[in-house]
């Protein structure tokens, strides 16, 4: 039998992650099967359990059963343990469910695919939620000089900043807390894509600075053409999606795919 992989989600509709790792597939000539299933928001240890029946073998987990999913795992990777989130369920040969999350690990990999230094980098995070708990960890894992969480309901950014100040630097505040130069700002809000951007002061950036969305889109999100507008250069996060994937891939087959060729047709294809 096929070995089976799934992405699960609600809604699933319009995930990518079918063709990635259709490509990743092709690429290194591993033979599996993944698809997007859509799962009830009560039944997703049913869902993954009917999969594992199924042949399934490992699975990746999005929006909204990222913590479900954590509390549902036999084993937890260290880093998943810390992000309170998985995205990667795998299945050992023994029957146990093991949860890792590789979102941190993809958009660590797209920076330093794009040239961006972390060691030593004074780093600005704006957001405090999963998606930014879930990345904070491989970020101060690069040793950064700083690292600062600003967040629209500040207490949230000083818990996080509590919670991973044994790992570096860290600190936390609301958006009035800000103080640049940065030379790393990472958009890590679901407010990016349209409305308002948090209120930044305008000398944010340090000169040659790079800002960072986790989100992406056809056209840059209001964060990245604000940010480009005051010269810093700008990432979009679909590097970070492709990056993930693959990583989550490596834990699956034991084989790293190449992230370029598959992120520059899905660029083409947006
Ligand atoms: P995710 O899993 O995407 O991180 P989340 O846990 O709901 O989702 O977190 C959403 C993040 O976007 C939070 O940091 C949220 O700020 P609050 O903690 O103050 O709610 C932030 N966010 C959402 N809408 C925002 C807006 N209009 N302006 C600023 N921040 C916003």
Redesign the pocket.
């Known amino acids: 039998m096929t070995d089976r992989y799934c992405v699960f989600g609600h809604p699933i509709g319009h995930s990518k992650s079918p063709a990635i790792h259709a490509a990743f597939a092709e690429q290194t000539g591993e033979t599996l099967e993944y698809t997007a299933i859509e799962v009830p928001l009560d039944d997703f240890a049913g869902a993954w359990r009917r999969f594992v029946e199924a042949g399934g073998r490992g699975a990746n987990v999005t929006?909204?059963f990222?913590e479900t999913a954590y509390r549902l795992c036999d084993a937890l990777t260290p880093r998943a343990e810390r992000a309170g989130?998985v995205n990667t369920l795998i299945l050992e040969a023994d029957g146990r469910t093991r949860g890792d999350t590789t979102d941190g690990a993809g958009l660590v990999g797209d920076l330093k695919r794009r040239g961006v230094t972390l060691s030593g980098a004074r780093i600005l995070v704006?957001?405090?939620?999963?998606?930014?708990?879930?990345v904070l960890e491989p970020l101060l894992a690069e040793a950064p000089a700083r690292l600062h969480i600003a967040?629209?309901?500040a207490d949230?950014?000083d818990g996080l900043a509590a919670d991973f100040a044994d790992l570096g630097r860290v600190s936390g505040g609301g958006?009035e807390s800000v103080e640049g130069p940065f030379d790393v700002v990472i958009n890590?809000?679901?407010?990016s894509l349209g409305?308002?951007?948090?209120p930044l002061p305008n000398d944010l950036f340090a000169p040659g600075a790079t800002a960072y969305d986790?989100m992406y889109g056809a056209e840059p999100t209001v964060f990245l053409r604000w940010a480009a507008e005051r010269d810093a250069a700008t990432i979009d996060g679909l590097g970070m999606l492709v990056g993930q994937a693959a990583e989550s891939f490596c834990l699956w087959r034991g084989v790293r795919p190449d992230v370029d060729p598959v992120l520059g047709a899905l660029r083409r294809a947006l």
């Open positions: 929006v909204p990222k989130a704006l957001g405090a939620g999963g998606a930014v708990r879930g967040n629209r309901t949230k950014a958006f890590g809000t679901s407010a409305g308002d951007l948090p986790m």
